[in-house]
């Protein structure tokens, strides 16, 4: 099954296909020297990383969810020895090209995964980033007419593995899309402590289709984005804690304006969503959450109405 068309303008409109990760035949589990991101090597070091049988359980479910919606999901050609959970880093949709995006050496091999999918879009539609963008899928948000990306700044990258879009994605992203306005917000970085990493944008930050969020001011290093993130959103946001962004209250899944896909056991941020009039379909996903990324993070969505 490939895909023919793709077509996302925002975060929240009816999904109409998405792709989601797989949990199949990753390989051995990592070193913490070579975990890529801080919460992996919190499981790792703790002997509580997740089995794949767990995550493909997790998976498996998503996928029943999003079918049982009437929506069409395809899923990563399988690269032995290969974690191919989180999608959503190897690519993202902006109205109708596919962004490449461009990932640590370490998971680079992920495109050959789901690159098949896409073998009768036009390349034409494929936008590959030059050398020197780095840009991975959960630090890009399509907002209509603009562009959301979290960045790290310049020395971040010299100083930590968790960084993983840099300024020169947001000057690139602008080059491709003249007609958006783009929005750069710079993360919070660290190798060692989950609590005070943002991995990416998704992690601190989720907007809503009713025109509410959920934000973790701190994940975001400047206050000055904090504050337009609080105006933008006044009177419609809950901020949540380091403790709620470590288990990714952040981190939700829209699939229409009115109905979101959230974590299983988020209580205080479930209850607000509903008190907002959203429909909220809870899933177990705490296995996949040991990675540091969760419902946004396993998401590719291909096709938004």
Not at 51 to 56: F, L, S, T, Y
Not at 89 to 112: F, H, Q, Y
Not at 136 to 144: A, Q, S, Y
Not at 259 to 264: A, D, L, P, R, W
Request: glycine fraction near 6%; aromatic fraction near 6%.
């Amino acid at each position: 099954m490939s895909i023919t068309t793709c077509n996302v303008h925002n975060e929240n409109s009816h999904l109409k296909s998405v792709i989601v990760g797989i949990a199949d035949s990753w390989g051995d589990i990592p070193t913490p020297e070579e975990a890529i991101d801080p919460k992996s090597r919190e499981h790792i070091l703790a002997g509580t990383y997740p089995i794949e049988e767990n995550v493909k359980r997790e998976l498996d479910g998503l996928v029943k969810v999003l079918e049982n919606e009437g929506i069409i999901v395809y899923r990563p050609q399988n690269v032995d020895g290969l974690n191919q959970v989180f999608t959503r880093d190897v690519g993202v949709v902006i109205t109708d090209k596919l962004v490449r995006t461009s990932m640590i050496d370490d998971r680079a091999p992920e495109w050959n995964g789901i690159s098949p999918l896409f073998s009768r879009i036009n390349s034409s539609d494929i936008l590959t980033p030059p050398k020197g963008v780095r840009v991975e899928g959960g630090d890009v948000m399509p907002m209509d007419d603009e562009i959301w990306v979290g960045i790290g700044d310049a020395k971040d990258f010299d100083v930590f593995k968790t960084a993983r879009t840099n300024e020169a994605a947001v000057v690139w992203l602008k080059e491709k899309f003249p007609n958006h306005t783009l929005r750069a917000f710079a993360l919070s970085k660290s190798d060692t402590d989950p609590r005070l990493n943002a991995l990416h944008l998704d992690c601190c930050l989720s907007p809503l289709g009713l025109g509410h969020a959920i934000f973790h001011p701190e994940g975001m290093k400047n206050e000055a984005d904090r504050e337009w993130i609080r105006e933008y959103y006044a009177g419609k946001i809950i901020e949540v804690d380091s403790e709620s962004m470590y288990h990714m209250h952040c981190n939700l899944f829209s699939i229409s304006p009115a109905t979101i896909i959230s974590g299983e056991g988020f209580n205080r941020v479930n209850a607000q969503l509903r008190e907002w009039g959203y429909r909220v379909i809870e899933i177990p996903m705490n296995e996949t959450s040991k990675m540091e990324g969760l419902l946004r993070c396993v998401t590719l969505p291909i096709l938004r109405s």
